[in-house]
Each structure stands twice: as structure tokens, then as C-alpha cells.
């Protein structure tokens, strides 16, 4: 079955960081470009990170710029999202999408691209 799995969410207090991991099941990860979103309650799922083919380039939304790192771990065949320095309106699901990323931002997933599931993520004292 092909398919993306996010893991890694949880509860954090403010300050704190988590790690989230994005696996594929029934297909590799290197031949696609992956990007990271959430979606907070009554809130429409925005782009926040994303990392291309072949050079890695990265891209992040403002709101997260200095904050998460994206990276591909080639050793477990992930793409992580390295989160620091969270805060309460960093929570959210989550997720994950095969989908055209470069420097200046990706292009939305196309209905033949894969998403996750979401994992929810909680910043809260």
C-alpha cells in the first residue's frame, strides 16, 4: 500500500521542541520533493516547510523561519521536521505531502500526490 506516516507529534510545553518524521510506505522518498503542513481548528492547512530533489534546497513559511529545520534522513528513509522554540499557535495537525518544492516555495500537491494521516502537535502549559 502506498502511502505517507507522520509521527512524532505530542504534547510540549512553550519553549520546548519536538521532532516529526515523515515515512513512506510502497515507494521511496528520494525521488519526490516533500513538504510540511498544519492545520490549527477553524483554520484553513497552510504550507510551513518543504524540501526539493536532488540539491535539497528548503523553503520555510515566515512563521516558522529560524525556528524548524527540514531535513532528509537518507539512513531511515525520512523527511524530519526539527521543531524548537515552540509556541501555543504552533499547534495543530500536522502533515505531510509529496509535492514541487524549490527555495521560493512549492506547488500544492496534486491529486496523483501522496499526504499523510497528521499527527497532532500541542504546545501548551
Known amino acids: 500500500q502506498v502511502q505517507l506516516v507522520e509521527s512524532g507529534g505530542g504534547l510540549v510545553q512553550p519553549g520546548g521542541s519536538l521532532r516529526l518524521s515523515c515515512a513512506a510506505s510502497g515507494f521511496s522518498l528520494d525521488y519526490y520533493g516533500i513538504g510540511w503542513f498544519r492545520q490549527a481548528p477553524g483554520k484553513e492547512r497552510d504550507g510551513i516547510s518543504c524540501?526539493?530533489?536532488?540539491?535539497?534546497?528548503?523553503w520555510y513559511a515566515e512563521s516558522v523561519r529560524g525556528r524548524f529545520a527540514i531535513s532528509r534522513d537518507n539512513a531511515k528513509g525520512t523527511v524530519d521536521l526539527q521543531m524548537n522554540s515552540l509556541k501555543p499557535e504552533d499547534t495543530a495537525v500536522y502533515y505531510c505531502?509529496?509535492?514541487?518544492?524549490?527555495?521560493?516555495?512549492?506547488?500544492?500537491?496534486?491529486?496523483?500526490?501522496?499526504w499523510g494521516q497528521g499527527t497532532q502537535v500541542t504546545v501548551s502549559s
Open positions: 505531502a509529496t509535492l514541487s518544492c524549490s527555495a521560493y516555495g512549492y506547488l500544492n500537491p496534486m491529486k496523483s500526490d501522496y
Open positions: 524540501i526539493s530533489t536532488g540539491d535539497g534546497s528548503t
